[in-house]
């Protein structure tokens, strides 16, 4: 019992130690905001209250025209 808590907190700490570095290297956190992330917007996914307001025509710009009834 003993033996599988220390290998899962060794790879548990491994996990954590090459994400940290990761994070060090590129100098900055992921943005990871739907709405923020230029690989997410280059795909055409947007942030699912940006559509909600979109649709219920509360955005500034009524992009959306195939929800509105």
Not at 35 to 63: P, V
């Amino acid at each position: 019992m003993f033996q599988i808590f220390f290998l899962a907190a060794i790879l548990v700490s491994l996990a954590v130690i090459g994400l940290a570095i990761g994070i060090i290297v590129r100098g900055k956190f992921p943005q990871t905001h739907v709405g923020h992330n230029d690989e997410m917007q280059k795909l055409g996914i947007t942030c699912a209250k940006n559509d909600s307001e979109l649709c219920q025509g509360r955005s500034k710009t009524n992009e959306c025209k195939g929800c509105r009834k």
